[in-house]
C-alpha cells in the first residue's frame, strides 16, 4: 500500500478497537496527564500555559533524573561501577533536555510575563523539593532547606533521607577505597547530611588515576562522568539565571529570593570539587 491523494492507507493489522485493550492514552494516563494545565490569571493569559507546561515537564525529567541517580548510587554500592556509568550517561541526556528547554520559556517576553506573574502569589522553583533532592544525592546537602518544606511532609521526608544518606560522590569514593585507593578514613566516616567541601588529600589520589588511565580505565571514566555532571549543571544554573535576567531583570523572585543574584551565587556551588582541583595538579 502507497500513499495516495496525500493520503496514507491504514495496515491491516492496525488495532482501532479499545474498548477491551490498552492504548497509548490509557496507558500514559493522558487524560489526567493533560488536564494538571491549570492557570490561573484572570482573564487567562495566553502565555501561562507556556509557563505551567516549561515547569511541569521540567519536575517529570527531575524525577527520572533522581531516579537515574539513585540507581547509579546502588550500582556503585554494589561494585557495578558499569551500570553507574550507564545510569549516569543518561543522567548527562536529561541535563541537556533540561538546559534546551530555557530556550522556550526565554520566548516569553517580560510584557506578557508581568501580565500574569502576580498570580503566582508565593510559588517558585526555589519550591521544588525534586531539584533539592537531586542537589542533595549529588553532595550539595543543605539543612535548612527542610524547613521550606513543612507544609508538605511528602516532599519534606523525601529530603530528610537524602539528607541522612550517603551521596553519589560519597559511594564512589568508598567504591575506591574498596578498590584500595588511599582514600581517608575520616573522609570515609564523614557526617554525610553535611554540604561537600573540597578535601585536597583527595587530590593526589585522583592525580594517580588521571596520570594512570589505562590501569585505571574505568574508574578514570567514572572521574569524567562526574565532571561532566557537574558542568551540564552548571549550565543549568547558568541559562536559568540568564532567563530570569531576561524576563524579570533585577527584580526579586516570586518566592521571596533577591531573583537574579540569589541565582548567581549558586554558581558557586559545586558537587565535586577535588575532580576540577586535580587539574591543576596534573602535568605540573
Known amino acids: 500500500m502507497g500513499v495516495d491523494d496525500n493520503t496514507r492507507a491504514f495496515d491491516e493489522g492496525i488495532v482501532t478497537d479499545f474498548s477491551e485493550r490498552m492504548s497509548y492514552g490509557s496507558y500514559l ?3 489526567e496527564l493533560l488536564a494538571l494545565q491549570r492557570p490561573v490569571s484572570v482573564p487567562e493569559h ?11 515537564t521540567s519536575e517529570l525529567w527531575l524525577k527520572l533524573m533522581l531516579h537515574e541517580l539513585r540507581s547509579a548510587r546502588e550500582s556503585l554500592r554494589g561494585d557495578d561501577i558499569g551500570t553507574a556509568l550507564k545510569r549516569i550517561a543518561r543522567v548527562k541526556h536529561i541535563q541537556e533536555t533540561l538546559t534546551q528547554q530555557w530556550s522556550v520559556l526565554a520566548t516569553l517576553t517580560p ?18 523539593h525534586q531539584y533539592r533532592a537531586v542537589e542533595f544525592i549529588l553532595g550539595n546537602k543543605n539543612e535548612r532547606m527542610l524547613s521550606v518544606f513543612d507544609s508538605d511532609p511528602a516532599a519534606r521526608a523525601v529530603l530528610a533521607a537524602l539528607l541522612e544518606e550517603p551521596s553519589l ?13 588511599a582514600v581517608p578514613a575520616a573522609v570515609l566516616t564523614r557526617d ?11 587530590v593526589p589520589i585522583f592525580r594517580e588515576i588521571y596520570e594512570s588511565a589505562g590501569e585505571n580505565w574505568r574508574v578514570y571514566e567514572a572521574c569524567e562522568e562526574l565532571v ?17 535576567q531576561r524576563t524579570i531583570g533585577m527584580k526579586a523572585g516570586t518566592g521571596g529570593s533577591s531573583g537574579a543574584g540569589f541565582l548567581e551565587r549558586a554558581l558557586s556551588l559545586t558537587f565535586f570539587p577535588e575532580l576540577f582541583a586535580v587539574r591543576t595538579e596534573i602535568g605540573a
Open 29 to 31: 494516563a493522558l487524560d
Open 46 to 56: 495566553h502565555d501561562e500555559l507556556l509557563f505551567i507546561i516549561q515547569h511541569q
Open 111 to 128: 510584557t506578557e510575563y508581568s501580565e500574569f506573574r502576580g498570580f503566582l502569589a508565593n510559588s517558585s522553583g526555589f519550591q521544588s
Open 169 to 181: 560522590y560519597d559511594e564512589f569514593l568508598r567504591y575506591l577505597a574498596r578498590l584500595g585507593f
Open 192 to 202: 554525610v547530611t553535611k554540604a561537600w567541601v573540597l578535601h585536597p588529600e583527595l
Open 228 to 244: 561532566d555532571l557537574e558542568d551540564n549543571f552548571q549550565f543549568w544554573r547558568f541559562r536559568h539565571l540568564r532567563t530570569v
